[in-house]
């Protein structure tokens, strides 16, 4: 089964310093930690270097400063975080997590400042591959919001696609429910996530569930509604499986072959051969259904299911111009004698293709006196039925016949 997972998108304007963290050490909030005059000199230049795409400089700056203050907690923490956005900035993870992994070592940010940290590291962790870690310091984040803060769905999907990664599919489920939960418009992609974690887990009902709402969000996915399909059939639900089918038919979103022979043999199969002729030559009609000989002798046996004997006719008829066997023609013989076509029934059989049986030619020649005897020639339909009556699978129903013709013919 295809998964779905959400993207991680690391947003490079959540790496910012609160204005606290941002100010000398005279203008500091009471309960933010200070910084010195020379820290905040060159942090406030490093964020102007920034602004230009300056890295290189913003770079060197904060590793200046970061040489003269290594002994002040406050201030090493907050250069080491600029240093992180400076590396996230230009994409270089591996370096901007050793700066974030540095300036929360001594608990010495402000409390918002650390927390935005903690959240751009549990991105970043993810994104290098390293999950367990990410999971523990986005867990560590949410214990530390404010509260009455609620977690936002962002955490919530991020944390679900870390199990993912981990493929510990029951840590999935109840983040990423949270995360749907919290969303007006939950992405797609959140809901693909909880449906493979489902799946992953076997449990069948709930998928259904989730895949209900994906064909709604994404009808023209063609997989959702195989996928539904499958499920329900998986749980013996075979009214809900083909009622997935048909509506992913009526979606026009059906681009194989095996997609219009399953739903044709599933209609068959509940008794719909009318539709599943419907919706076969639709796919011939398409060209998606290849028109082979194989192909139009299924559609022509689901038009004789359905006794479209017409339409059935004509498929056989096809057929027997692309592969001539003695099969089709006797198929197609007793079709012709049910919809009383009695002179293309002679002309069918009076040329016996080359396979023909024993078995085959008797048959054909009953169904040849009986035309004959449908057409008012008596004479040749008992002519017919002395031959049936030589060959031993015939003889039984031609000796019947033969009895009736004779006291018909001999009481005139």
């Given at each position: 089964?295809?998964?779905?997972?959400?993207?991680?998108?690391?947003?490079?304007?959540?790496?910012?310093?609160?204005?606290?963290?941002?100010?000398?050490?005279?203008?500091?909030?009471?309960?933010?930690?200070?910084?010195?005059?020379?820290?905040?000199?060159?942090?406030?230049?490093?964020?102007?270097?920034?602004?230009?795409?300056?890295?290189?400089?913003?770079?060197?700056?904060?590793?200046?400063?970061?040489?003269?203050?290594?002994?002040?907690?406050?201030?090493?923490?907050?250069?080491?975080?600029?240093?992180?956005?400076?590396?996230?900035?230009?994409?270089?993870?591996?370096?901007?997590?050793?700066?974030?992994?540095?300036?929360?070592?001594?608990?010495?940010?402000?409390?918002?400042?650390?927390?935005?940290?903690?959240?751009?590291?549990?991105?970043?962790?993810?994104?290098?591959?390293?999950?367990?870690?990410?999971?523990?310091?986005?867990?560590?984040?949410?214990?530390?919001?404010?509260?009455?803060?609620?977690?936002?769905?962002?955490?919530?999907?991020?944390?679900?696609?870390?199990?993912?990664?981990?493929?510990?599919?029951?840590?999935?489920?109840?983040?990423?429910?949270?995360?749907?939960?919290?969303?007006?418009?939950?992405?797609?992609?959140?809901?693909?996530?909880?449906?493979?974690?489902?799946?992953e887990l076997k449990?069948?009902?709930?998928?259904?569930?989730?895949?209900?709402?994906?064909?709604?969000?994404?009808?023209?996915?063609?997989?959702?509604?195989?996928?539904?399909?499958?499920?329900?059939?998986?749980?013996?639900?075979?009214?809900?499986?083909?009622?997935?089918?048909?509506?992913?038919?009526?979606?026009?979103?059906?681009?194989?072959?095996?997609?219009?022979?399953?739903?044709?043999?599933?209609?068959?199969?509940?008794?719909?051969?009318?539709?599943?002729?419907?919706?076969?030559?639709?796919?011939?009609?398409?060209?998606?259904?290849?028109?082979?000989?194989?192909?139009?002798?299924?559609l022509a046996n689901?038009?004789?299911?359905?006794?479209?004997?017409?339409?059935?006719?004509?498929?056989?008829?096809?057929?027997?111009?692309?592969?001539?066997?003695?099969?089709?023609?006797?198929?197609?013989?007793?079709?012709?004698?049910?919809?009383?076509?009695?002179?293309?029934?002679?002309?069918?059989?009076?040329?016996?293709?080359?396979?023909?049986?024993?078995?085959?030619?008797?048959?054909?020649?009953?169904?040849?006196?009986?035309?004959?005897?449908?057409?008012?020639?008596?004479q040749k339909s008992?002519?017919?039925?002395?031959?049936?009556?030589?060959?031993?699978?015939?003889?039984?129903?031609?000796?019947?016949?033969?009895?009736?013709?004779?006291?018909?013919?001999?009481?005139?």
């Amino acid at each position: 089964m295809n998964r779905i997972q959400q993207p991680l998108k690391l947003s490079l304007l959540a790496f910012g310093l609160t204005m606290a963290l941002m100010q000398p050490a005279s203008a500091a909030p009471e309960k933010a930690p200070e910084l010195s005059k020379i820290t905040y000199k060159y942090i406030q230049k490093a964020q102007e270097q920034m602004a230009e795409d300056n890295y290189s400089a913003a770079q060197e700056s904060l590793e200046h400063v970061l040489s003269k203050v290594q002994r002040r907690k406050a201030d090493s923490a907050a250069v080491n975080q600029m240093l992180g956005v400076v590396f996230a900035n230009q994409e270089q993870f591996g370096k901007a997590l050793e700066y974030f992994r540095a300036a929360l070592k001594d608990d010495a940010l402000h409390r918002p400042a650390a927390q935005q940290v903690r959240y751009n590291l549990a991105q970043l962790l993810m994104m290098q591959g390293e999950y367990k870690e990410s999971i523990s310091t986005l867990k560590t984040w949410m214990s530390n919001l404010d509260d009455g803060v609620e977690v936002p769905a962002r955490a919530w999907i991020m944390l679900a696609n870390n199990y993912s990664r981990l493929k510990e599919w029951k840590n999935v489920v109840e983040p990423a429910k949270k995360a749907v939960a919290a969303t007006e418009k939950p992405p797609e992609a959140w809901y693909s996530l909880l449906l493979a974690a489902h799946y992953e887990l076997k449990d069948y009902p709930s998928a259904v569930d989730v895949l209900e709402t994906l064909v709604v969000i994404n009808p023209a996915k063609k997989m959702y509604w195989l996928q539904l399909s499958g499920m329900n059939m998986s749980m013996k639900k075979d009214a809900a499986a083909l009622s997935a089918l048909r509506a992913a038919y009526r979606h026009g979103v059906f681009d194989k072959e095996s997609d219009y022979s399953q739903l044709a043999n599933f209609l068959t199969f509940r008794g719909i051969p009318y539709m599943a002729g419907v919706a076969y030559k639709e796919g011939m009609d398409r060209g998606v259904v290849e028109a082979s000989y194989d192909n139009i002798k299924r559609l022509a046996n689901y038009w004789s299911h359905a006794r479209e004997t017409d339409r059935a006719i004509e498929m056989f008829y096809k057929a027997l111009a692309m592969d001539e066997s003695a099969d089709l023609q006797v198929r197609l013989a007793r079709l012709l004698a049910q919809a009383e076509r009695y002179d293309d029934l002679i002309k069918l059989v009076s040329e016996p293709a080359a396979d023909i049986s024993s078995k085959q030619k008797g048959s054909m020649l009953v169904m040849e006196g009986l035309a004959w005897y449908q057409l008012g020639e008596k004479q040749k339909s008992l002519n017919f039925m002395r031959k049936a009556a030589q060959i031993d699978s015939s003889k039984g129903q031609a000796n019947t016949w033969i009895g009736f013709l004779e006291q018909d013919l001999n009481s005139k």
